[in-house]
């Protein structure tokens, strides 16, 4: 069965203040020396099938042209690809329509961008280098350059947002040729800039995010965005094919400082640290699972898909979903999930709670 391919690339041109994914400033001298691990570490693999590829970040558009290629060459060279969804993650001031073309013919065609508001005010409060007008013109640039599946991400309850804004937002969004939306609550992290007094006590409070959260939902169902995923929503058939992989406990390579992989049923990460990513001959994997797979981990994953628990599901692992059914009543009375005879969904009410839901349901 063909896995998916994860590719951390931790360099940025600035750190956002909220964001706590492991990232450092772009250097040459590096970025050369990245290339050459990433290389080494793809040939471990030899022969593996894959059916997506993700190039994560950190911001991965600002590779140079020649490391891209480098990349790819290796790519072709140690994997057998699977007509594989190719998705790269952009900021929108990190790209043209040349650089955009470049991606496209370089074998990209799905492109991700950081978008998280459309007004300048809320983007400036996020510290984020780009105005709404650029992220348009970078949307509207990627649809010129040839992809058809573009994806951007949103952020809700942030400083100064309100319900008009994110209407706002919305409404732009739905000009734009666009086949999907992420669009997640910004979570205060520890050891970031935005844990501070001033952030935690001027944005949303819990139950205007809430408030936000079921908005957006709403609106964007409006506008033929359908929600597959707690935070995850497109056009039909436009799913992300890569991060369907995690929410089905279906295997995936991570390779690069901070990826995660689930390969050859174990989970294990990857050390936090470019040196040491450079500097060993293939990168150090710490497990951190020994026994992925189990019931209850594939039951939370799948619950957090708008397509919910299966009885085949339950039954592959010979668990009763029935008794889970009686669990899931009082809930379902509450408006928190949905529940027939052979599925439990949780709803988008239940969304906001899903982590208490999925402790009393498994």
Known sequence: ????????????????????????????????????????????????????????????????ENSFNRIFEGINESFVLKNPEVTIEANPCTVDYYKLAFLRKAGFNRISFGVQSFKDDELKGLGRLHSGKQAIEAVLEAKRAGFENISVDLMLGILKQTRESLSYTVNVLSELPLKHISAYILKIEDNTPYNSDYVVNNIPNEDAVADLYIQAVDELYLKDFIQYEISNFSKKGFECKHNMKYWNCDEYIGIGPSAHSYFNNKRYAVPKSIESFINSELQEEIINEETPGTFEETAMLN???????????????????????????????????????????????GFLVSNSIIARLI
């Open 1 to 64: 069965m063909a896995v998916g391919l994860y590719i951390h690339v931790p360099f940025c041109r600035s750190k956002c203040p909220y964001c706590d994914f492991y990232s450092i400033c772009l250097s040459e001298n590096q970025e050369a020396s990245y290339i050459d691990a990433i290389i080494r570490n793809f040939k471990r693999y030899n022969g593996t099938e894959i059916d997506s590829i993700y190039f994560g970040g950190g911001t991965p558009s600002i590779l140079s």
């Open 303 to 349: 619950l957090r898909l708008a397509n919910g628990l299966s009885r085949q599901v339950c039954e592959s692992f010979s668990v009763d979903f029935n008794q889970i059914s009686k669990k899931a009543l009082p809930l379902n009375k509450a408006g928190l999930v949905d529940v027939s005879d052979d599925r439990i969904c949780i709803t988008k009410k």
